[in-house]
């Protein structure tokens, strides 16, 4: 069974542009967070989708962050402008029922630096 | 608000010796609490979850123990190897809040 994937791996791009992320979670899986980790700062979670419906958005930044999942199968989070400080490594994570009963399940991040 | 603390930030220790790494918690309030490993340039693979009621999990040479009262968490690794060295991630799930809050990790370094 293929694990949460992410694409990009890498992406580096100037500030003001703007850049879109995917994750496609484990299948059938209905749960999925998105979660950031900026240099020297711990991973903080962002938004977490049920289905196609965000749950949780307390942890989105600002405006300049827009999450969707389509259908409920992947996800895209998209940043524009960039900002400098948006530079970090992002991640995602499937489970397929609620956290506090499944375990979650990491991709292995696109790392974003923004010039 | 939910902030969990992990001593050391970095620890590095020879081949075959025992270790623990801490994890602290500010509020007891959790669903469970997860040990992650993530390796350079790689993903966070789950090594041990630990629910709420339980006090410890283990998984071949690593054992969790919780301590939900105090807030504390630890990471024992028995005869540790240079394959074990990684960057160690606690995390805690609150209550009411499907997401998890982590530490900042500790880098794990074992020399042969």
């Known amino acids: 069974e293929a694990g949460v994937t992410q694409f990009p791996s890498h992406s580096v791009i100037e500030k003001g542009q703007t850049v879109t992320l995917r994750c496609d979670p484990i299948?059938?899986?209905?749960?999925l967070y998105w979660y950031r980790r900026v240099m020297g700062k711990e991973i903080k979670f962002l938004l977490h989708?049920?289905?196609?419906?965000?749950?949780?958005e307390s942890g989105m930044p600002n405006n300049r962050f827009l999450a969707e999942r389509t259908g409920g199968t992947y996800s895209t989070l998209k940043v524009q402008p960039a900002e400098l400080e948006d530079s970090g490594v992002y991640f995602c994570?499937?489970?397929?029922?609620?956290?506090?009963?499944?375990?979650?399940?990491f991709g292995p991040g696109t790392r974003l630096t923004v010039t | 608000k939910q902030e969990v603390t992990q001593i050391p930030a970095a620890l590095s220790v020879p081949e075959g010796e025992n270790l623990v790494l801490n994890c602290s918690f500010t509020?007891?309030?959790?669903?469970?609490l997860q040990w992650f490993r993530q390796d350079p340039g790689k993903g966070l693979t789950s090594l041990l979850l630990?629910?709420?009621?339980?006090r410890e999990q283990t998984s071949g040479r690593l054992n969790a123990s919780l301590d939900k009262s105090s807030g504390r968490s630890t990471l024992y690794i028995a005869a540790s190897q240079p394959g074990d060295s990684a960057t160690y991630l606690c995390?805690?799930?609150?209550?009411?809040?499907?997401?998890?809050?982590f530490g900042q990790g500790t880098r794990l370094t074992i020399n042969p």
């Open positions: 994570a499937s489970s397929q029922g609620a956290s506090f009963s499944y375990e979650q399940y």
């Open positions: 299948s059938g899986h209905d749960n």
């Open positions: 989708f049920v289905k196609e419906s965000k749950q949780d």
């Open positions: 509020d007891s309030a959790i669903y469970n």
């Open positions: 630990i629910q709420s009621s339980q």
């Open positions: 995390a805690v799930e609150p209550q009411g809040a499907q997401k998890l809050v």
